[in-house]
């Protein structure tokens, strides 16, 4: 067995108030490309999961939180062909902004029992029971 690096990214399922869930579709060009995923992103050296998510809920949606708002939910553990990827999943249902895809990713608010529809990432797909069940 080949040595994997282990990739921490922190993930985020933003809930709006009709209980809708945003998906995130992976651009063209990016791994795993057309492919719909929970937004959040790589935790940078020396910041926790939360502040990844405050990051990026930023950058890539314009959407702002705090920490206070993100509730761990669940995790997931998968092996890609070069890296081991560990993902916590947070639930947000307290936000600001109207989430739009600011780095031309397109975005979708999906009702939970609706999100088996998209083709997800490996590593996402076993996260939807717990969402199904939270909500």
């Known amino acids: 067995m080949t040595p994997r ?7 985020c ?3 709006d108030s009709d209980g809708r869930i945003l998906l995130a579709q992976r651009p063209e060009g990016k791994h795993l490309a057309g492919l719909w995923e ?10 926790s999961p939360e502040e990844t998510l405050i990051r990026e809920l930023d950058e890539e949606l314009g959407v702002t939180t705090k920490t206070d708002c993100l509730a761990p ?3 997931a553990s998968h ?12 639930v947000c249902r307290r ?3 109207l989430a739009h895809g600011r780095e031309g990713q397109v975005v979708k608010w999906v009702r939970p029992q609706d999100m088996r529809s998209y ?4 590593a996402d797909e076993p996260l939807i029971p717990f969402l199904l069940d939270l909500l």
């Open 79 to 90: 092996t890609y062909d070069s890296f081991h990827l560990l993902m916590p999943l947070y």
């Open 5 to 11: 690096p282990i990739l921490l990214v922190a993930a």
């Open 95 to 97: 936000f600001e902004g």
């Open 73 to 75: 939910l669940t995790f």
């Open 38 to 47: 929970f937004p959040g992103g790589k935790v940078e050296p020396g910041e």
């Open 119 to 122: 083709p997800m990432p490996p």
């Open 13 to 15: 399922a933003l809930v």
